[in-house]
């Protein structure tokens, strides 16, 4: 559908991939605007806009979600390609210019990285862009909550306010109090996160100051109840319910374990591990539903980086107002705190590097997570000591589902044109092949692993007929990477095996235990097939059979492309 309207930028526009994206409100609600080269705008302005409207394409499969997933809950659900654009106004947009200029400060300062990690403990993730790499390397030392903004940062300034006016009479202690969490949500934005800690901090801090014992998971109820039904999309917001599930784990569990922990480790070393582990063990399902992996030293590396984020936080801010009202003093905090967040880095390069950092446990479907946390939250409940010896049996059912899940033969086709993957599986092991090999197809591929829980793949195999440059992607994939197959050849592991159905044939024969399927993109693979005697358990047909072909087919299991067209593994 074309369309011409206006729009206003709710953010700066961003390099993703090949394109440049940027949410945007129009008439008719929130859409996400794709350009083919990065304009020069900024969040706030007014732009007109001519292009075609579609709605988001959803995930290939439930393993590779799309930008319609993810954007599902900033109540986005459709695109416009942009063809022309014009400048209708710029309005004036103070705190997106004091953001900009606060990250733009910081990287100065800081140097690349560390500067951009300054910016992002004031400003979120979610405002200070930050390399691909860099956000892996957090993610696997389980230190991601480190860079969004959230209750741990509001927190921290929180209670440095508070301490520096304790002794100040309630005039001051107030707006001091309420100017912080103000200053703090104007600079960090409107994110799920930060709204829930800044409800439940006004509220804790007004039932204080009233003299009224609060209640924490009270506070936390009211406060996602309020927030959902402002805006019920935050419900499908992944970063709403970890953080969530962290704050209740922190509430319901921190205490008890560490109690627990206490009859085995100092007081100060239980009172340091509690809240990681709870938080951790609160979180565990939603990561292992959206995710699939579990960063194996994610208790240890927040127990290490303890001591360094608290003062690199609130230097961060201090920096932040420092780039603001005072940028030649700068300097003087950079040279005292860029060291503190190299520290952190190597940290987190030392962690994210350890064997086993990340445990592929691949994603588990919705009835194991609910059986995962019904056999857990007895362990993490002191109520629900009484029926701990009834959730053993719920976890054992969980941990057996999943591991005949991941040990079973499977053959499993994703296709998300003009990309297609094939994943063959055997106990526990597998093989991939893959249509392209340019490095989106490789980043999607190592996606599809993480949600599968495969570490490495025991083979990989390219179909791409274009030469790709050597890409150090698909080889840290799998044990042993081919580029193409030739007639004759056949490449294998144990259980895991595929060859050319015949050198005249794109056709491929594919075998994974005592299973056997044939992939045949066109019909002069289909004709291969015939002449080798119609063999095989399965049948995956590139293009839509005649009525004939179907009977030949017989009562086989078969696959093929409901639209019809030509097939995606034959290139044209």
Request: a positive charge.
């Given at each position: 559908?074309?369309?011409?309207?206006?729009?206003?930028?709710?953010?700066?526009?961003?390099?993703?991939?090949?394109?440049?994206?940027?949410?945007?409100?129009?008439?008719?609600?929130?859409?996400?605007?794709r350009?083919?080269d990065c304009?020069?705008l900024?969040?706030g302005?007014?732009?007109?806009?001519e292009?075609?409207?579609r709605?988001?394409?959803?995930?290939?499969?439930?393993?590779?979600?799309?930008?319609?997933?993810?954007?599902?809950?900033?109540?986005?659900?459709?695109?416009?390609?942009?063809?022309?654009?014009?400048?209708?106004?710029?309005?004036?947009?103070?705190?997106?210019?004091?953001r900009?200029?606060i990250?733009?400060?910081?990287?100065?300062?800081?140097?690349e990285?560390?500067?951009?990690?300054?910016?992002?403990?004031?400003?979120?993730?979610a405002m200070?862009?930050?390399?691909a790499?860099?956000r892996?390397?957090?993610?696997?030392?389980?230190?991601?909550?480190a860079?969004?903004?959230?209750?741990?940062h509001?927190?921290?300034l929180?209670?440095a306010?508070?301490?520096?006016?304790?002794?100040?009479?309630?005039?001051?202690?107030?707006?001091?109090?309420?100017?912080?969490?103000?200053?703090?949500?104007?600079?960090?934005?409107?994110?799920?996160?930060?709204?829930?800690?800044?409800?439940?901090?006004?509220?804790?801090?007004?039932?204080?100051?009233r003299?009224?014992?609060?209640?924490?998971?009270e506070?936390?109820?009211?406060?996602?109840?309020?927030?959902?039904?402002?805006?019920?999309?935050?419900?499908?917001?992944?970063?709403?319910?970890?953080s969530?599930?962290?704050?209740?784990?922190?509430i319901?569990?921190?205490?008890?374990?560490e109690?627990?922990l206490?009859?085995?480790?100092?007081?100060?070393?239980?009172?340091?591990?509690?809240v990681p582990?709870?938080?951790?063990?609160?979180?565990?399902?939603?990561q292992?539903?959206?995710f699939?992996?579990?960063?194996?030293?994610?208790?240890?590396?927040?127990?290490?980086?303890?001591?360094?984020?608290?003062p690199?936080?609130l230097?961060?801010m201090a920096?932040a107002?420092?780039?603001?009202?005072m940028?030649?003093?700068?300097?003087l905090?950079?040279a005292?705190?860029?060291?503190?967040?190299?520290l952190?880095?190597?940290?987190?390069?030392?962690?994210?590097r350890?064997p086993?950092?990340?445990?592929?446990?691949?994603?588990?479907g919705?009835?194991?997570?609910?059986?995962?946390?019904?056999?857990?939250?007895?362990?993490l409940?002191p109520?629900?000591r009484?029926?701990?010896?009834?959730?053993l049996?719920?976890?054992a059912?969980?941990?057996?589902?999943?591991?005949?899940?991941q040990?079973?033969?499977?053959?499993?086709?994703?296709?998300?044109?003009?990309?297609?993957?094939?994943?063959?599986?055997?106990?526990?092991?597998?093989?991939?092949?893959?249509?392209?090999?340019?490095?989106?197809?490789?980043?999607?591929a190592?996606?599809?692993?993480?949600?599968?829980?495969?570490?490495?793949?025991?083979?990989?195999?390219?179909?791409?007929?274009?030469?790709?440059?050597?890409?150090?992607c698909w080889s840290?994939?799998?044990?042993?990477?081919v580029?193409?197959?030739?007639?004759?050849?056949?490449?294998?592991s144990?259980?895991?095996?595929?060859?050319?159905?015949?050198?005249?044939?794109?056709?491929?024969?594919?075998?994974?235990?005592?299973?056997?399927?044939w992939?045949?993109?066109d019909?002069?693979?289909?004709?291969?097939?015939?002449?080798?005697?119609?063999?095989?358990?399965?049948?995956?047909?590139?293009?839509v059979?005649?009525?004939r072909?179907?009977?030949?087919?017989?009562?086989?299991?078969?696959?093929w492309?409901?639209?019809?067209s030509?097939?995606?593994?034959?290139?044209?």
């Amino acid at each position: 559908l074309r369309i011409q309207l206006d729009a206003r930028l709710l953010q700066d526009p961003r390099a993703i991939g090949v394109a440049c994206q940027a949410l945007a409100d129009v008439p008719q609600g929130r859409v996400r605007l794709r350009f083919r080269d990065c304009p020069v705008l900024q969040q706030g302005w007014r732009v007109q806009l001519e292009g075609r409207l579609r709605r988001l394409r959803r995930g290939p499969h439930p393993l590779l979600p799309c930008a319609a997933e993810r954007l599902a809950s900033k109540g986005v659900w459709s695109e416009i390609e942009v063809e022309r654009w014009s400048l209708i106004a710029r309005p004036p947009t103070p705190m997106a210019d004091v953001r900009r200029r606060i990250a733009a400060e910081l990287r100065r300062a800081g140097g690349e990285e560390p500067g951009r990690v300054l910016a992002a403990l004031v400003l979120g993730q979610a405002m200070v862009p930050l390399p691909a790499a860099l956000r892996d390397a957090f993610r696997a030392a389980g230190l991601s909550h480190a860079l969004a903004a959230s209750g741990f940062h509001l927190s921290v300034l929180l209670g440095a306010v508070l301490l520096l006016t304790r002794r100040a009479p309630a005039l001051i202690r107030w707006p001091a109090a309420f100017g912080a969490m103000g200053l703090f949500g104007l600079l960090a934005g409107a994110q799920a996160s930060v709204v829930r800690a800044l409800l439940m901090g006004a509220l804790a801090f007004v039932l204080k100051e009233r003299g009224r014992r609060s209640r924490p998971l009270e506070l936390l109820l009211l406060c996602l109840l309020l927030m959902l039904l402002l805006r019920p999309s935050w419900l499908l917001d992944v970063g709403f319910q970890l953080s969530a599930a962290a704050t209740g784990g922190l509430i319901l569990s921190a205490g008890p374990l560490e109690e627990r922990l206490q009859r085995w480790l100092p007081r100060w070393a239980a009172a340091a591990m509690a809240v990681p582990l709870a938080a951790s063990l609160w979180t565990l399902p939603l990561q292992l539903l959206h995710f699939g992996v579990v960063p194996s030293y994610a208790v240890l590396s927040n127990v290490l980086a303890a001591p360094l984020l608290t003062p690199l936080t609130l230097g961060a801010m201090a920096m932040a107002l420092t780039a603001v009202l005072m940028p030649a003093l700068l300097g003087l905090l950079a040279a005292v705190l860029v060291p503190l967040a190299q520290l952190l880095l190597a940290l987190v390069a030392f962690m994210a590097r350890l064997p086993l950092a990340q445990l592929p446990i691949g994603q588990l479907g919705l009835l194991l997570v609910v059986l995962l946390l019904a056999g857990l939250l007895p362990w993490l409940l002191p109520a629900g000591r009484r029926w701990r010896l009834l959730a053993l049996p719920l976890l054992a059912l969980a941990v057996g589902l999943r591991c005949w899940q991941q040990s079973r033969d499977q053959l499993l086709l994703v296709r998300q044109a003009p990309r297609q993957w094939l994943v063959l599986r055997h106990q526990g092991r597998a093989a991939l092949v893959s249509l392209k090999a340019d490095p989106s197809s490789c980043s999607r591929a190592a996606q599809l692993a993480q949600g599968l829980g495969v570490a490495r793949f025991d083979w990989l195999l390219l179909l791409d007929p274009l030469p790709q440059e050597p890409n150090s992607c698909w080889s840290g994939l799998a044990h042993t990477t081919v580029n193409q197959l030739l007639p004759g050849q056949q490449l294998q592991s144990p259980g895991l095996a595929v060859r050319r159905l015949s050198p005249d044939s794109q056709g491929l024969a594919l075998r994974a235990g005592r299973q056997r399927w044939w992939v045949l993109p066109d019909r002069q693979a289909w004709w291969s097939w015939l002449r080798q005697g119609r063999g095989g358990d399965a049948v995956w047909l590139g293009f839509v059979p005649s009525p004939r072909e179907v009977q030949v087919l017989g009562g086989r299991q078969a696959w093929w492309p409901t639209a019809g067209s030509t097939s995606g593994w034959h290139q044209s």
